[in-house]
């Protein structure tokens, strides 16, 4: 079995008729869900049972949960956490541990709904220039530090049970734009970017998924990461990193053209997978046809990235809960 090379989104709370004849006809690599798509722990767990039915087998699903501005599902449904950054300040010496505690919790969340992967961690660097979409939701300044904590909130999803995508590789840190409304450029030259943003990625490249940023390198190429090939060969071979690549949404405003457009291109480039979000039952089928079949080494690379998708281990939440709260001088949600 090939997988189609998309991850895609439903219009509502459960899928419709054509949407499920659509999905068995394209057999997307996976789905991914946003608030609209939320509205009982029951109803969630249906609506992924539905998305596994219409391609036939145990399809990951994902969703962002980062916590704090970037949470799709809030109280009663999950716990409504700090953003991330602040997080990590207010536990100090212990940001690593207090944020694989609270993505553990995350995770634990995420299974009992039948959600099986995560759009974390973030291993962007924040630095003065960031946009404020962003930075907030970075784990801090510092490459190091900040792939230490990546590397903490990985292990936690995979405890959990949870597949983890990392984002937004090479580095979205140093952006001044919002790539949702905009086209950000990065002029910095190779040596910064290879020596810092870069670094955080390349000490995260054995992870199973990642996810492109729509970022104009000036120093590589004039095409956005997710469509240069150039970006491409940077992340494979200079960064290291193996696994499965999904674009960010390519709906975004930052990528220029049609979606179908897009979705070629970024298939082009190199990326293993398209995402899609929030788009029409047509714009969605135009790009499952632009992005056809995954290619063999997206296949594998796709398998590679389901195999680690365990069982979780056992979590005690009570534990978890006060040792979290005791790290962050109790002050844990949001």
């Known amino acids: 079995m090939t997988y189609g090379a998309t991850i895609l989104d439903a219009e509502g709370l459960r899928l419709t008729a054509d949407e499920k004849a659509f999905f068995r006809d394209a057999d997307p690599f996976g789905f991914i869900l946003f608030a609209r798509n939320l509205d009982s722990a029951e109803q969630i767990q249906a609506l992924c049972a539905d998305f596994r039915e219409a391609v036939g087998r145990n399809a990951p699903v994902t969703i962002d949960q980062e916590g704090g501005r970037v949470q799709r599902l809030r109280n009663p449904l999950a716990r409504n956490w700090l953003p991330p950054l602040e997080h990590v300040q207010r536990a100090g010496a212990d ?3 207090a944020m694989y505690l609270r993505y553990r919790l995350i995770a634990d969340e995420l299974l009992r709904l039948g959600i099986d992967s995560n759009c974390a961690p973030i291993a962007d660097a924040a630095c003065a220039e960031t946009h404020a979409f962003l ?43 919002d790539s949702h409304l905009d086209l950000p450029r990065v002029s910095s030259p190779p040596g910064e970017l290879e ?12 992870l199973p998924l990642g996810m492109t940023a729509h970022l104009v390198y000036d120093a590589y190429d004039s095409r956005p990461a997710t469509t240069s090939p150039v970006m491409m060969r940077q ?33 082009k480039a190199g990326c293993d997978v398209v995402l899609l979000c929030n788009a029409s039952l047509q714009e969605r089928i135009a790009v499952a046809g632009a992005a056809g079949v995954m290619t063999e080494a ?37």
Do not use: W
């Open 195 to 206: 020596q810092g943003d870069f670094a955080a990625f390349q000490a995260l490249n054995d």
């Open 95 to 97: 940001a690593a541990r």
């Open 235 to 267: 992340i494979r071979e200079r960064i290291g990193f193996d696994g499965l690549i999904m674009t960010d949404d390519i709906s975004m405003k930052a990528l220029k053209g049609s979606l179908a457009d897009n979705a070629r291109a970024s298939i």
């Open 135 to 177: 930075k907030n939701r970075c784990y801090g300044t510092s490459t190091d530090a900040v792939a230490r904590i990546a590397r903490a909130v990985a292990t936690a999803h995979l405890d959990g049970g949870v597949l983890p995508v990392l984002k937004h590789i090479p580095g979205h840190g140093r952006a001044t734009a």
């Open 298 to 334: 997206a296949q594998t690379r796709a398998e590679r990235a389901l195999a680690a998708r365990k069982p979780p281990a056992d979590l005690d939440i009570q534990a978890a809960e006060d040792e979290l709260a005791a790290l962050m001088g109790g002050q844990v949600y949001g």
